[in-house]
């Protein structure tokens, strides 16, 4: 890859025409329309391997025992007649089972935009962006470093600008020259503000999951008895590996389904460090740690909306790195979903990959992760759209990258593709061809071939001249630049004064009032 010195001299190339053809957007993108898996799910484990599984998982709920430390989650599994020895809960299968059922096996979150509600369940695959990385790295300043609110704010524009990103997770890259006591509040107007879409809520005590609730509620201007009524948003939390749920996540998640909210139990467990080195054990251990904590929910709120998620991957066994992206982390992706539809729950996964910057590692490891989402079933995507060096770096050129492969997933599952329709066969174009000319201006060419094919928007298909007299930009570049056009030309979705005027007070107010407590 050329240095950044050439990088700057080549600016320019065939980006003037291109952007005449295309009048005042950015890019030609596909419209939203979140997609429907049509294929059916790969399926590696026979009906008697994914019994095998099963009843691992509920052995370890009943044998071995899963800790919470949480009084109040403690307090109502005893109630419920679960095992309570200390902090240890054992569970007998039969409870599992029936709590679990009551889980709905789809679910609609509706946004501040009810055009942008989202289905999670049956065969609806829904894309998210990058979430949670402390650190930031794009081609302009060109190495690691720790996010800030103005960059977290650009990442939210390119979250609302693509309409292949379906929800907003997380906090795409954390702004830690905010102070943790009020960040939430922040960067949650920014997200409120900047986008439309599905919002999620930290569960990270009591402050942060109740002021996000009211935040949400205020942007949609909802009285709280029709929040309450219907998910609004939706928390993600993350078991702690090996078979530990901490306080501030089971806290906020009893919090969100009280109040009719979505909730996603995602175990973290990485092969051979939080749970054994093989992949069976370790989606059977991931199994038990996020059912325990959906069997709680239903026993707290039957019928809350609970999706089951996989994070299981594999480490480095040379220097117990985590890896992303690779045939173990497709293939648990892929069991799982197996679990999960054994379950009758709503999945989620992640897109993700091990690369310190967007490079040929990070699409490759990436695009297995996101096929690997196809294959299993997988509902929520998280992490689509951003990730690098295993959830650390945040980056809006793998960002707009990643968009391009999301994209090209979306048009894999139109129907249209694999039509097989009497115009589809073109019998009557093969026809008119016969054994000679071409296809190129027949009135079956001409009639279609505006919409035939994928149109790329950040692939280039020229031949290396052509590239090369354009200017020889490679792909991070040509993603360096629309990420600049985006962000410059962004424009926030509408939203009433009297809403925003109401946001900003209850910020102000809850700064005052110190927000959440932290220990520094």
Known sequence: MPDTATRRRTRGGGRAGAAAR???AVIEQMPWNPPVITDPPVEPLRPEGVEAIHDGAMRILEEIGIQFLNEEALGILRDAGCRVDGDIVRMDRDFVMEMVRKAPSEFTITPRNPDRAITVGGKHLLFGNVSSPPNYWDMEIGTKVPGTREMCANLLKLTQYFNCIHFAGGYPVEPVDIHASVRHLDVLYDKLTLTDKAMHAYSLGKERVEDVMEMVRIASGLSHEEFDAAPRMYTNINSTSPLKHDHPMIDGCLRMVRRGQAVVVTPFTLAGAMAPVTMAGAVAQSIAEALC???????????????IGTFTSNVDMKSGAPAFGTPEYMRATQMTGQLARFYGLPMRSSGVCAANVPDGQAMWETSNSLWAAVQSGTNMVYHA?????????????????????????????????????????????????????????????????????????LSNWKNY????????VWTPERAHRLFKEIVASFEAPAMEVCIREELADFVARRKAEGGAPTDF
Not at 293 to 307: E, N, R, S, T
Request: proline share 5%; aromatic share 12%; glycine share 12%.
């Open 465 to 472: 001249e052509g590239w090369e007299a354009a200017g020889a």
């Open 293 to 307: 904590a959906i069997a709680l929910f239903q026993y707290v709120a039957p019928g809350a909306p609970c999706a």
């Open 22 to 24: 295309r009048g005042a």
């Open 385 to 457: 759209a951003g990730w690098l060096e295993g959830g650390l770096i945040a980056s809006p050129e793998k960002f707009v990258m990643d968009c391009e492969v999301i994209q090209q997933i979306q048009r894999y599952m139109e129907p249209s593709i694999v039509g097989t329709g009497t115009d589809d066969i073109a019998l009557d174009a093969i026809k008119s061809v016969g054994n000679e000319g071409h296809f190129f201006g027949i009135q079956h060419t001409q009639d279609r071939y505006s919409t035939a094919f994928y149109q790329p928007f």
